[in-house]
T-cell receptor, first 111, second 115 residues
Framework: QQQVKQSPQSLIVQKGGISIINCAYE??????FPWYQQFPGKGPALLIA?????SEKKEGRFTISFNKSAKQFSLHIMDSQPGDSATYFC??????????FGKGTLLTVNP | GAVVSQHPSWVICKSGTSVKIECRSL??????MFWYRQFPKQSLMLMAT?????????EQGVEKDKFLINHASLTLSTLTVTSAHPEDSSFYIC???????????FGSGTRLTVV
């Protein structure tokens, strides 16, 4: 059972455009929702994270939107740059601290 | 910020031998460490969770006798792949959580190739 569903699998955006990646979860016990960026051959790096008590969090060009009733959250990358080209993973965890990852989205930003 | 150092970054070993991967939290005490496995173009799959001083908890389907995890101190966890076979070739990644809520930091990963 996949507890965190992520879409799309791949995304191509022009430089300066907005990249949007969506995730949906099933387990209502999840209370921490991070997004990770991973470059080839490297470990994931935390981009931004949100808890369900807020509906939006912004850090620089990255914004998480969170819809608790719909059990969905999304990552928006504003002014996308070629250096943002990477694989992005959403994840969720609860009180056991275990992260459940989405399947990932390969983002390509064309110059 | 929190830093997790993982070594080696890549290793090639012969089939039947054992390989040890180290994961160290450099500037914080990691009460819990996690080990993941990632195949090419796939997501991270949790293998096991380890708490300092206690036995690791393995996810379903992960052979605990093959993937030995030791978390002897608050800053070091090791994963030993015993009697490695080509199908064990993968990217192994550790992460560490400190005492602050949900503070996960990932290591840079280890590419294991078994020939």
């Amino acid at each position: 059972q996949q507890q965190v569903k992520q879409s799309p699998q791949s995304l191509i955006v022009q430089k300066g455009g907005i990249s949007i990646i969506n995730c949906a979860y099933e387990n209502t016990a999840f209370d921490y929702f991070p997004w990770y960026q991973q470059f080839p051959g490297k470990g994931p790096a935390l981009l931004i994270a949100i808890r369900p008590d807020v509906s939006e969090k912004k850090e620089g060009r990255f914004t998480i939107s969170f819809n608790k009733s719909a059990k969905q959250f999304s990552l928006h990358i504003m002014d996308s740059q070629p250096g943002d080209s990477a694989t992005y993973f959403c994840a969720a965890s609860g009180s056991n601290y275990k992260l459940t990852f989405g399947k990932g989205t390969l983002l390509t930003v064309n110059p | 910020g929190a830093v997790v150092s993982q070594h080696p970054s890549w290793v090639i070993c012969k089939s039947g031998t054992s390989v040890k991967i180290e994961c160290r939290s450099l500037d914080f005490q990691a009460t819990t460490m996690f080990w993941y496995r990632q195949f090419p173009k796939q997501s991270l799959m949790l293998m096991a969770t380890s708490n300092e001083g206690s036995k690791a908890t393995y996810e379903q389907g992960v052979e605990k006798d093959k993937f030995l995890i030791n978390h002897a101190s608050l800053t070091l966890s090791t994963l030993t792949v015993t009697s490695a076979h080509p199908e064990d070739s993968s990217f192994y990644i550790c992460s560490a959580a400190g005492t602050s809520n949900y503070g996960y930091t990932f290591g840079s990963g280890t590419r294991l190739t078994v020939v």
